[in-house]
């Protein structure tokens, strides 16, 4: 390499690192117990500030030998100069193309409703789903973190987080790239403890989160596979 380059290289990397998450479309592993459970496709789509977050969630190779069950989520949220505000979650659950359930949080003035079993959870300003968070903790890290906690919702509860680690420089050996120079950022509450891995070298985009369920004492995996490209830049 032309020694010339490198402080080029390093400005654009940090430039990236410096800008907001833009769409994008990326495919995910899912694992648990050490097992590949299958395959979550998501796409960022955001339009004057709006946007709309989805995951498409199949199993794949032998796991489809013992479940045909997938999900499809949405989140919903705006951006504003410091960080996020959540406005909706929709969750379905498909027993192969059957529809067997839904699950719905929404953003109301008198607080979050759960519309399934018509529960209300006390309105929180820095608060998210399990699916917009790792976006939350991206924009974080352009934006700055707030003063105030951050909390994650859930039908079941409502969970105040605190960031154990922050920003943190990270190797990440993956399968796909070998090792990625990333952002390691952990937050711990008292149902989850969310690990997040940031690439700064585009656009702090989440390439592993791992949620661990301390009741259930499991941990899902979201790792990239490799395939991902950004469209255009968020408003």
Same mark, same amino acid.
């Given at each position: 390499?032309?020694?010339?380059?490198?402080?080029?290289?390093?400005?654009?990397?940090?430039?990236?690192?410096?800008?907001?998450?833009?769409?994008?479309?990326?495919?995910?592993?899912?694992?648990?117990?050490?097992?590949?459970?299958?395959?979550?496709?998501?796409?960022?789509?955001?339009?004057?500030?709006?946007?709309?977050?989805?995951?498409?969630?199949?199993?794949?190779?032998?796991?489809?030998?013992?479940?045909?069950?997938?999900?499809?989520?949405?989140?919903?949220?705006?951006?504003?100069?410091?960080?996020?505000?959540?406005?909706?979650?929709?969750?379905?659950?498909?027993?192969?193309?059957?529809?067997?359930?839904?699950? #719905?949080?929404?953003?109301?003035?008198? &607080?979050?409703?759960?519309?399934? !079993?018509?529960? =209300?959870? *006390?309105?929180?300003? +820095? @608060?998210?789903?399990?699916?917009?968070?790792?976006?939350?903790?991206?924009?974080?890290?352009?934006?700055?973190?707030?003063?105030?906690?951050?909390?994650?919702?859930?039908?079941?509860?409502?969970?105040?987080?605190?960031?154990?680690?922050?920003?943190?420089?990270?190797?990440?050996?993956?399968?796909?790239?070998?090792?990625?120079? #990333?952002?390691?950022?952990?937050?711990? &509450?008292?149902?989850?403890?969310? !690990?997040?891995? =940031?690439? *700064?070298?585009?656009? +702090? @985009?989440?390439?592993?989160?791992?949620?661990?369920?301390?009741?259930?004492?499991?941990?899902?995996?979201?790792?990239?596979?490799?395939?991902?490209?950004?469209?255009?830049?968020?408003?």
């Amino acid at each position: 390499m032309r020694y010339w380059l490198i402080p080029l290289l390093l400005w654009a990397e940090a430039a990236l690192a410096a800008s907001p998450l833009p769409d994008f479309e990326a495919t995910f592993t899912v694992t648990a117990l050490g097992l590949d459970l299958g395959t979550s496709h998501h796409t960022l789509r955001c339009k004057s500030g709006q946007c709309i977050y989805t995951a498409d969630t199949r199993p794949q190779g032998l796991a489809r030998l013992f479940t045909k069950e997938h999900f499809w989520e949405e989140s919903r949220f705006s951006l504003s100069d410091d960080g996020i505000r959540w406005q909706h979650y929709l969750k379905k659950k498909f027993d192969d193309d059957r529809l067997v359930r839904t699950y #719905t949080l929404v953003r109301t003035d008198r &607080g979050v409703l759960y519309e399934e !079993s018509r529960r =209300l959870y *006390p309105l929180r300003k +820095n @608060l998210f789903d399990a699916l917009s968070l790792p976006l939350a903790i991206s924009r974080y890290s352009h934006t700055g973190l707030p003063d105030k906690p951050i909390w994650l919702q859930d039908n079941n509860w409502q969970d105040r987080l605190t960031f154990t680690i922050k920003n943190r420089p990270q190797a990440l050996e993956t399968s796909e790239f070998n090792s990625l120079k #990333t952002r390691f950022w952990q937050a711990e &509450g008292a149902h989850v403890r969310v !690990s997040a891995w =940031l690439l *700064p070298s585009a656009y +702090n @985009l989440p390439v592993r989160v791992e949620v661990l369920n301390k009741e259930k004492g499991k941990t899902i995996t979201l790792q990239l596979d490799g395939h991902y490209r950004f469209t255009h830049a968020s408003q």
